[in-house]
Nanobody
Framework: QVQLVESGGGLVQAGGSLRLSCAAS????????MAWFRQSPGKGREFVAD????????YYTESVKGRFVISRDNAKNTVYLQMNSLKAEDTAVYYC??????????????WGQGTQVNVSS
């Protein structure tokens, strides 16, 4: 079965940093495009960042550009989200998602259960 398990969430002070991890299994991870989404009461479900299976292409939503970095380690079947200069508005449940087609525009059909990130002021 496909499993995506997020970890690394927690409480951090505004201006601080946090790194999220998503461990995948049941997929040919090296050919999957991967993404991070988040959901908060104020914004609902929101795309954060994605990375192509090759690791050579990334895309970020405007609100996190320059602060967040998505990366992956195919040897570990893991995708990361390094979050820097965190703001209170970044508080949300962060979800990992996978598109096993590895093609642009492919659907993110697999999701993790999420990890809570709380940014305090």
């Amino acid at each position: 079965q496909v499993q995506l398990v997020e970890s690394g969430g927690g409480l951090v002070q505004a201006g601080g940093s946090l790194r999220l991890s998503c461990a995948a299994s049941g997929l040919t991870f090296s050919r999957c495009n991967m993404a991070w989404f988040r959901q908060s009461p104020g914004k609902g479900r929101e795309f954060v960042a994605d990375i192509r299976w090759s690791g050579g292409g990334t895309y970020y939503t405007e609100s996190v550009k320059g602060r967040f970095v998505i990366s992956r380690d195919n040897a570990k079947n893991t995708v990361y989200l390094q979050m820097n200069s965190l703001k209170a508005e970044d508080t949300a449940v962060y979800y990992c998602a996978a598109d096993p087609t590895g093609r642009p525009g492919g659907p993110y059909g697999y999701w993790g259960q999420g990890t809570q990130v709380n940014v305090s002021s």
